[in-house]
């Protein structure tokens, strides 16, 4: 049994001098707008993500699934090969998420669809607005500009507990392609303790 992402994350962040540097699709702009809109309320309840990278990683895959719904992993059944895979994560309040990662040489593209209660949005890194699909129809919604950075002493946006967690459900995943069988994904207490659900009334 693996041990607590908190002190395998203190473990990592003292073997690499307390210097690490992630890359993630977490907080691209059109990936923070769209959860803004998440938290407001505007798709309802998060049902289920899709996301899908051609040349980018599981990690990536799973960071994009858990920034925009604000649910964790529970469960990963995957298939695939060395160029490609597919993974089913069962999250917690009952979210599914569909990742597809493949190579695809000459492409690079990372694009979501989250399916909310009353609304879906689409999402791709690459384009300036994030479309969002509900009653009134298709409407654009500008990014604007991103989120001020962490002020001093503040908690960053993406941690080591944040990759730790893209890091297990990784594993976990190639695990379930090795055995043929669903994985769970290893768990901790969350932080705060009364964090609300995207969606939910305030």
Known sequence: MPDPMPDRAEALAAALGRVRADVTPALAPPVRRARAWVDA???GLPRSVNVECLNGTLGDAVDLARALTG???????AEGTATG???SLLMTHGVVASLVVADAPGLSSITARLIGSHAHTEIDLAAPAVRRH?????????????PAETAAGGSPDYT????AIAADT???AHQSIATGQPVAVPQEAPHDEHRQRPGQPR
Do not use: K, N, Q, S
């Open 134 to 146: 509900g009653p009134d129809g298709m409407r654009l919604l500008p990014i604007g500009a991103a």
């Open 41 to 43: 309320g505007h798709l």
């Open 160 to 163: 080591l507990h944040d990759a």
């Open 71 to 77: 649910c964790e992993p529970i469960e990963v059944y």
């Open 85 to 87: 895979l597919v993974a």
């Open 170 to 172: 990784t594993a976990a």
